[in-house]
């Protein structure tokens, strides 16, 4: 096809039936030929190739790039950026160019075809992974994610990379074993069954060392990626760090132990009670009235203060107040027994006590 002379009737039917927009160009980038769809496409008068070059609908960047690779005289594919048209994409959109290289006549066959939309889509689902990435790298969690056939990081986020002594770059490609060592690989084996065998979440805590010889808690989620067919493709793994809350219930545990070996040493009678009820006593108080402690604990304090004095004590509890005052007591007997009550505002076992 000589691009000079004119097209016979079935050429030109051809031609035009082509699927997609065509052209015939020189090395300068010249259009000496186009068909009906590239004619459609740009809302141009007949053949038109007259006046401005076509190449100015393109951007810069595109069009220096276009030149370039004519410049080369050997077959090459390029996606080109329009620049934007009047009553079109404010954009002007994006072509894929296939173009094969006619070395007898001097000329390059392009054919264009509309890429706008795929484009977009790639853009926004990159920008879309970008917020995804921005998320992940911001939230106070570790996140990973590990293909389900090859045990293999396929993601992570800084915090679990540097958890583990990698990098977010490192850690690509490696297996949990190697991620996270042989041993803990082996402890946490059977809630990574739990997830690619059973198909759910399982979720663990496990101790981690730090470089000081230190603990930190952590909390581990594992969720499952199922395929289109339920099969497991993958598995997501959420960590929060849950060391301070550990500290604080072993904090707990240690003020309530000493509380309690306290109670039980003191000499004197110790009672706690919650909104008037008691829950616990040491044995100088379990004396004092001669009942064991099954028998004072879940009844009323008021139960075994003497008739006249229950209001003055009554309107205490209710003050809430740390205090001091002296009362009387009903023992086993019905016996009365004077006391100087010392009451403080205290927590026990995550519970608001009033202790006597």
Not at 329 to 339: A, N
Request: proline share 5%; hydrophobic share 45%; aromatic share 6%.
């Amino acid at each position: 096809m000589d691009p000079a002379s004119p097209l016979t009737p079935s050429d030109a039917a051809l031609w035009d039936a082509l699927p997609g927009m065509a052209l015939v160009v020189g090395v300068s980038g010249q259009a000496l030929r186009v068909n009906q769809a590239f004619v459609d496409r740009f809302g141009l008068q007949g053949a038109a190739l007259s006046g401005p070059s076509w190449t100015d609908l393109l951007t810069a960047q595109s069009r220096d790039a276009l030149l370039q690779a004519l410049l080369r005289t050997n077959d090459f594919t390029l996606t080109l950026e329009l620049g934007p048209q009047p009553n079109r994409h404010e954009h002007g959109g994006w072509l894929a160019c296939s173009a094969r290289w006619r070395a007898g006549a001097a000329t390059c066959l392009c054919l264009l075809h509309d890429v706008t939309a795929l484009h977009e889509s790639e853009a926004q689902a990159l920008e879309l992974a970008a917020r995804i990435d921005l998320l992940a790298e911001n939230v106070p969690a570790l996140i990973a994610y590990y293909e389900a056939d090859s045990f293999r990081c396929k993601y992570a986020n800084s915090r679990y990379a540097e958890t583990f002594g990698w990098d977010r770059t490192s850690v690509l490609g490696h297996t949990v074993a190697e991620v996270i060592g042989e041993a803990a690989a082996r402890q946490i084996q059977p809630q990574v069954d739990t997830v690619l065998q059973q198909r759910r979440a399982a979720a663990y805590e496990r101790q981690l060392p730090n470089a000081d010889g230190s603990k930190r808690w952590i909390d581990v989620n594992l969720l499952p990626h199922l395929g289109d067919n339920g099969e497991p493709v993958g598995c997501f793994v959420l960590i929060s760090d849950i060391t301070r809350h550990r500290l604080a219930e072993q904090a707990m545990r240690e003020s309530e132990e000493r509380l309690s070996k306290f109670m039980q040493a003191s000499a004197e009678g110790i009672v706690f009670h919650c909104d008037g009820i008691v829950s616990d006593a040491n044995p100088p108080f379990c004396e004092l009235l001669g009942l064991p402690l099954h028998e004072l604990v879940g009844h009323a304090v008021l139960d075994f203060v003497a008739p006249d004095e229950k209001d003055a004590i009554r309107e205490a509890m209710l003050a809430g107040r740390d205090t001091a005052y002296e009362t009387a007591l009903i023992d086993r007997s019905g016996q009365r027994i004077p006391v100087e009550c010392v009451v403080r505002m205290l927590w026990r076992q995550g519970e608001p006590l009033r202790m006597a």
